[in-house]
């Protein structure tokens, strides 16, 4: 199956991303519409089937969809987004081993939820790509965690030898929503898509116990945390990140400890030369500005 993106969706994503581009206090206000296309729609559906996965909370699957006829199946999931009746599902949670040892929660969406999230990502990504630091590789387009590896030993080998190694604790599941939001809103002032955003982030997660029992938890009560397992999420991860990011460029942190970082997901490296050693200053330092940057308004950056 050739799994290429259409020339039509194409066009439009650099469309977007050029506007952004060249604008950067440019701010986008109709692209609910564009999500609910017939053809990014019917792209998004094939992409979450190439990624397959289990089901979610529905225990729909893809021959499911398949045997009831794909094309009425993603019709009505067209139609409930441009009347807007679509509403997410619960999603799913499970628990995976990692590898060195312990579990991580793994949220699940349903199939439906993974495709409209999907179509999302394609109208949205570019956009927010415009304005991701250059120093992260995580969960980006032509971008990989060889790319980010390939960097650091690059700047080892230019002297920078000193390193701190960063590793941000429970990172997914303590992103706060209205910071995030805000962080969205800085480039999407369309009402639908932040009205969109929010409802994934206010799911409800299902969890069931060894027994089978079923136990809902988040919904509108949760503050914080996106699910990792959707779609949408890694997009979502970056964009809160990219403010730290930002904020380290632009207060000229590289500069004041001869510094660089290099970012993949929740992880990232600072390597220095001769600025990390003594009692961890640099490391201290960075907290505090870390803290700085997700005090911040997303307007600030």
């Not at 439009?12 to 296309?37: M, T, V, W």
């Not at 980006?140 to 790319?147: C, G, L, M, T, W």
Request: one cysteine or more; hydrophobic letters at 35%; aromatic letters at 8%.
């Amino acid at each position: 199956m050739n799994l290429e993106t259409p020339s039509k969706i194409r066009t439009l994503q650099r469309k977007l991303y050029r506007k952004a581009k060249d604008e950067p206090e440019y701010r986008f206000y109709l692209l609910y519409d564009k999500i609910y296309r017939e053809d990014i729609l019917a792209h998004a559906y094939e992409l979450a089937k190439a990624n397959k996965g289990a089901p979610g909370v529905d225990g729909q699957n893809f021959e499911g969809i398949e045997a009831q006829g794909r094309e009425k199946w993603l019709m009505e999931l067209r139609n409930e987004l441009r009347t807007k009746k679509y509403k997410p599902q619960p999603v799913r949670r499970v628990m995976i081993p990692k590898p060195g040892g312990g579990e991580r929660p793994l949220g699940i969406p349903s199939i439906r939820d993974r495709v409209v999230q999907t179509a999302a990502k394609l109208v949205l990504e570019p956009v927010f790509e415009a304005d991701l630091e250059p120093c992260a590789y995580g969960y980006r387009p032509k971008r990989s965690a060889q790319d980010a590896i390939r960097k650091v030993h690059q700047l080892l080998c230019a002297g920078y030898t000193e390193v701190v190694d960063v590793d941000l604790s429970k990172y997914f599941d303590t992103i706060p929503y209205c910071q995030l939001i805000h962080s969205v809103a800085r480039r999407i002032v369309d009402r639908d898509v932040l009205h969109l955003v929010k409802m994934w982030l206010k799911a409800p997660v299902e969890e069931r116990d060894e027994k089978g029992n079923r136990r809902m938890t988040g919904g509108r009560k949760s503050s914080c945390g996106t699910p990792q397992g959707g779609v949408a999420s890694p997009l979502l991860a970056n964009l809160y990140l990219n403010r730290f990011l930002k904020y380290w460029r632009i207060a000229g942190r590289g500069n004041a400890f001869q510094a660089e970082v290099v970012n993949y997901a929740d992880d990232f490296v600072i390597l220095s030369r001769r600025h990390a050693a003594g009692d961890d200053a640099l490391g201290a330092d960075l907290e505090r500005e870390e803290d700085q940057a997700s005090g911040r308004s997303a307007g600030e950056f």
